[in-house]
């Protein structure tokens, strides 16, 4: 529960926040809708591959702990320069790392749990964070009259104890094998 709701009240300590951050720095409304595509573009392009490396390794901590950190620290370098071809940049940078992240941490609660029918009550500490933490930076750029650029320092600052407590996470070991994608094309294509 605590992990979800860390994890997910960095996300909303920035991620409502970068379409009115893009706005601010004078980028046009399509564009930002440009921006806004290249995460769920990305995600689905790279998934698998990070799926392949975290099965065929069983390394799902390592993999999970890596791109949870590389991920928070290519948000923070975006905001450090406002040019749409850096945006663009760093934003598929920070999506190549960040894709597993959510993956990862669902399926590990999930085989961690004796009942999987527990799951959705899990889960849903994630969206309280995610309210918390998009309510609570709003709180505090509108207090202290800081720009939408300080959400991401923000964010960095909330990560510090998802750090934590993902270090602690001990999730179930994986077994060695490579992925059978021949098998989960099938289960995705519903043949069976």
Do not use: C
């Amino acid at each position: 529960k605590m992990l979800f709701l860390l994890y997910y009240s960095s996300l909303g300590a920035v991620m409502p926040y970068l379409p009115v951050y893009f706005q601010s720095l004078g980028i046009p409304d399509k564009r930002i809708g440009h921006l806004g595509a290249i995460t769920p573009a990305v995600t689905f392009l790279v998934s698998p591959l990070w799926g392949y490396l975290t099965d065929s390794t069983g390394k799902l901590k390592e993999v999970l702990l890596f791109t949870f950190v590389t991920s928070v620290i290519f948000r923070v370098i975006m905001a450090l320069r406002s040019s749409f071809s850096w945006l663009v940049i760093m934003i598929t940078v920070t999506s190549v790392v960040n894709a597993p992240v959510r993956t990862l941490l669902d399926s590990s609660v999930l085989n961690l749990l004796d009942d999987k029918k527990e799951y959705g009550k899990q889960r849903l500490w994630g969206q309280w964070g995610f309210g918390l933490g998009s309510f609570m930076v709003g709180q505090v750029l509108s207090k202290f009259g800081l720009t939408y650029r300080a959400a991401f320092f923000l964010h960095a600052m909330i990560s510090i104890p998802t750090l934590l407590v993902l270090l602690r996470f001990k999730p179930k070991k994986m077994k060695n094998e490579p992925p059978k994608f021949k098998e989960g094309l099938r289960v995705i294509t519903g043949n069976k």
